[in-house]
């Protein structure tokens, strides 16, 4: 099979660097995730995937990407037949993840899914199940989860070293520009703020519990009607967890300065502000102990991860069923927002 | 009429001060009102109200008090021939607002009551009624209206020097200690958390906004059922207000550390953090410039405020009315809990 993985053999050659195709030559993919992939372990830039043939000469030029591994979207189906790609990273516009993921996987590449995973579950699951069926791996960019300030977080959490933890506080936001931009687009978002970046307040929630909250109760506000007429300008939410715990969250297209989270447990409290910025993330805990580990690269991480996955033929921990279960509650977000009621998600 | 004041001739004598006697003797008496009145300017500690003949005597020999101006529940009535005082800052616990209220304002007198005003819209519009009827000034304890770091904060506002608010997130709490205490027992405080200290992240949300909100929904939790069998533990809730503003808040009686809040506008955030200690407040804002006024005690510039209202006839910021919109706005909030629904309050 054309671009298939030997996982032992792979795993037998620590040296071998795994290709990577991005699709989507976007902002996120120049000046994040191509950076990035230059400081992986395991992983190289190997190809592109891009619709604007500009951006494939200037790529091209950059990276010295050979003419046989750059593809657009209706040529990417030949991906099966380059055996220099080994994953593609999906970097598209929220609600072309899927078509971009059934392609790479139709053509037999493993896929890592920029966040949010697509714009509702049944397309999540689409992923899934094509991945599954093409017998490749899935994972969603969840950056965060390889940043070890979060990391630091997550085990102050399940060790309980303040004891259980009962609210917490999250919230992402920031001061969108360009109103032309595709992120304003419901068609291509498939949401605003929520789906941008409250969903790292969302995954906060979730992975400092450790549990998948069972109800959700939402507040919308537009102030700006022509900006967001099509998307979601500021969100608060609040989430309950099966063991009590309580969440209150927001997030905005509107203003800047939230992006943290705080976890408040029976003996103190610890989180990050700024939390889920590129770069310079600050811990605090109540006890005065610093939180304060190396900085990395998330992206390279991130795909270092993925790698790994793939050549030791394990599950990523932000595999496409995380993906999709951070979806479900996006949506539940909406719905609750859409009825005035709280929605149940157990 | 006895113990009446003429105001005219009070502002003729700004030296003159008016005789505050304090009903109830628990630790806020005892450890923050008693010593703030020797701060004042226009008040002074005249006579005190209390069930226990133990603290009576205390009182009286550390503040001098001369028996003539000492009083019980049962006898309080009797303030009305006693010209020494002017008035009675009620300080019991909650559900015995209302009738500590009704009986100094029968007697003639001024009423300060401690927030939250009473534990029903019902029982505040009775203090409302009786303090009317008497001709009397009623005003609640709200010392943070009078504290500087707040007050440049509602001025930030509503200057709009960060351009228009568009979220508030606000919370406070604290680890709750003695289990017998009477917060704790519905039938005396009315609530938990939300009644106690939510009421201050409540009254933030309104002084920042300069509005009242529209519609409420709250999450409850309750992880020690034992301890909190009575009363709320730990609540989640949103609020909207008429200009679109949006404010997300929290309180607990369970966990240290939540005691802040955060205006975000559209051109930069400001806030406190802690917000509502009885000193210690810390303000930020995201141009780095300083919200650093000198401390004040709280409780002396509301006494002070408070005796000028009486002295010039003016009506309090912190009125009843004032006081009643919170507790409308706190039974919402137990009314979402308890329906599961939001609650329109316009």
């Known amino acids: 099979m054309p671009g298939m993985l030997t996982p032992m053999a792979r795993a037998a050659d620590p040296d071998k660097k795994l290709g990577f195709a991005l699709c989507g030559l976007g902002s996120l993919s120049t000046n994040q995730i191509a950076p990035a992939l230059q400081k992986t372990r395991s992983c190289r830039l190997a190809g592109i995937i891009t619709g604007t043939p500009a951006k494939a000469e200037k790529w091209k030029a950059q990276y010295k990407i050979p003419d046989k591994n750059i593809y657009n979207y209706e040529t990417m189906h030949r991906l099966s037949e380059n055996p220099d790609i080994d994953v593609v990273y999906v970097v598209t516009p929220n609600a072309l993840h899927a078509e971009h993921t059934l392609k790479a996987a139709k053509a037999g590449k493993h896929v890592l899914s920029e966040k949010p995973m697509e714009v509702s579950v049944q397309k999540c699951q689409q992923m ?20 070890p300030h979060h990391l630091e977080c997550m085990r102050l959490a399940r060790e309980k070293v303040f004891g259980d933890i009962k609210i917490i506080e999250a919230g992402f936001g920031f001061r969108i520009g360009d109103p032309t931009q595709w992120r304003l687009k ?13 969903i790292y307040a969302l995954q906060a929630t979730r992975y400092l519990t450790g549990e998948e909250p069972i109800t959700v109760s939402a507040m919308e506000t537009k102030t700006d009607p022509v900006k967001f007429k099509d998307v979601d300008e500021s969100i608060v939410w609040q989430l309950k967890f099966p063991r009590g715990i309580i969440a209150y969250c927001s997030t905005t297209y509107l203003v800047n300065g939230i992006n943290r989270y705080t976890a408040y447990a029976e003996k103190g409290w610890f989180g990050l502000d700024p939390a889920y910025s590129y770069g310079g993330i600050r811990g605090r805990r109540s006890d005065g102990k610093e939180i304060a ?19 030791t033929n394990t599950t990523s921990k932000v595999s496409g069923e995380e993906g999709l279960r951070d979806v479900r509650i996006l949506m539940a977000v909406y719905e609750s927002i859409k009825t005035g009621q709280p929605v149940k998600l157990a």
């Open 128 to 147: 899934i199940d094509a991945c599954k069926e093409a017998g490749r791996k899935l994972a969603v960019g969840y950056r965060c989860q390889f940043e």
């Open 186 to 198: 419901q068609g291509l978002a498939g949401g605003g703020a929520l789906m941008d970046v409250g």
């Open 293 to 311: 580990p190396e900085e990395i690269d998330q992206f390279a991480a991130e795909m270092d991860n993925f790698a790994q996955c793939i050549l």
